[in-house]
């Protein structure tokens, strides 16, 4: 088995109605690419009459703002394998998104159907180049009300 790798959020972000934000990321190091294995997300505070919110996974270069750059750090945790040393980076709430993202999957959530997890299929897992990675960012609906969002990735090496 080869190293495994998990992070999250370790707290709430904040969503306000129409504005992208980039709740969790994470970044492989210069020689090492990520191997998305699956995500989760969470939220709280709502009622059962809030609009879904859009959520969207993203592969990021960070040409601008990579993980501790107009965002808050968070620590990476290897749960799997032999001990490799990496220089992984994650972190949460954005101030300033980061670049250049191409959303991979977009879908709408009911934030009061509690967490939601997807463990991509052995061959089916996204891979970053190295240095590059993944982006989830979630957009609340005009009509919906500020929420928090919790996230987290397990990850590989490529």
Known sequence: MGA?????????VALAATV???????KGDAGIGVLLK?????FDGV???????????CYATFATNPPGTASTAVTI????????????????????EPTVLTVLEAFEYDPTKGMYRFVYPLGDEYDSAAGEGFVLRMTVPASGASVNARAGMRFGRV
Do not use: C
């Open 20 to 26: 992208i934000k980039s709740v969790f990321g994470l």
């Open 38 to 42: 699956d995500l989760s997300f969470s």
């Open 4 to 12: 495994l790798y998990n992070a999250t959020s370790e707290g709430g």
């Open 47 to 57: 009622t059962s009459s809030e609009k879904p919110v859009l959520v969207e996974l």
């Open 77 to 96: 945790y290897q749960s799997g394998g032999r001990t490799v040393s990496e220089a992984f980076s994650a972190a949460k709430n954005w101030t300033s």
